[in-house]
């Protein structure tokens, strides 16, 4: 039974896999941004964070409560957007250059065709 003055849950009622970014404000300090439900699906934090919505984002958590799990997926999100740079022969833009390095990595590996 519910009792009044109970807050209601922040918990997603549907089963949906949300993804919230961490971000880093320098002095003032890091805080999981906040974001409407319906904005905390992977493709859109994707494209916030490719069109410079964090200011310098340090993580990338995804949870689904009703299946229970939650992940760092700081490393998947660096690498897609690397990837999705590589594509576009694009460089990774300025403000999300310190997320890609520190979770992927400045010396990644570039794959080469071997040429017959």
Do not use: K
Request: charged share 25%; proline share 4%; glycine share 4%.
């Amino acid at each position: 039974m519910r009792r009044s003055g109970w807050p209601p849950s922040i918990v997603p009622s549907n089963d949906q896999t949300v993804y919230l970014v961490a971000d880093d404000f320098g002095q003032i300090g890091r805080a999981w941004r906040e974001a409407d439900i319906e904005t905390t699906d992977l493709e859109t934090v994707i494209q916030d964070l490719m069109a410079g919505q964090y200011s310098n984002p340090i993580r990338v958590a995804a949870f689904n409560t009703s299946e229970r799990w939650s992940e760092d997926v700081s490393e998947d999100v660096a690498r897609e957007i690397q990837r999705r740079c590589d594509l576009q022969l694009t460089d990774v833009p300025s403000h999300l250059q310190a997320f890609v390095d520190r979770h992927v990595g400045r010396n990644r590996q570039q794959l080469s065709l071997r040429l017959v």
